[in-house]
């Protein structure tokens, strides 16, 4: 079993609906959990970063960590054509990360 | 793309032979990293290096070697390229204090390696 599970979609929405993408985990000890956007032939990039459990609002995004469950989602409001990426999440209890598989998703005009 | 270049960008090689792809960063963080992507893998850490001429492996070290004489560069070998080894290697770094916030790694543009 992986550490960090996370359904690879494919995901395709309408422009304007809620996104919810998650991942769970394994190893308690994860206190760090980050969600990186990566769009196609390009780097991941850091787009959510939070600290133990709770949620945390960036704009049209939100990030929340369930700790007693093990599981971290990342919402999308009022999504966008332009938020057609993969979506990772990403968590570490040190100096290494581990990734979950990626979410491609697709936001239809 | 934080301070962070990917040498070549693009490279098609022959099976057997030896290739070397380089990372450099002008952040100045202590940390650097490679992984390589494959479609249904995700992410996966190959090496990385907590200082100059201080690396350890990862979890798919195999078939590769790692160096890092400067703290801007890190270089990944692979001594004899195989077919399997096909993939987008990304490079990444990381202040990773310790201290949760700076533990986020930041990630380079990728070279995407073909081995016939």
Redesign the interface.
Known sequence: QKEVE?D?GPLSVPEGAIVSLNCTYSNSAF??F?W?RQYS??????LM?T?SSGNKEDGRFTAQVDKSSKYISLFIRDSQPSDSATY?C?M?P????V????TRLTINP | ?AGITQSPRHKVTETGTPVTLRCHQTENHR?M?WYRQDP????R?IH?S?GVKDTDK?EVSDGYSVSRSKTEDFLLTLESATSSQTSVY?CAI?E?T?L??T????????TRLTVL
């Open positions: 996370q690879p206190q760090y980050m990186y032939r390009k780097g991941p990039e850091l970063y600290y990772l990403a570490n040190a100096q290494k990360l990734f979950g598989q990626g | 793309d940390y990293y249904g893998h995700g992410l850490l990385y907590y990862g990304f990381s990773a310790g949760g916030s533990d986020t790694q930041y990630f380079g543009p990728g």
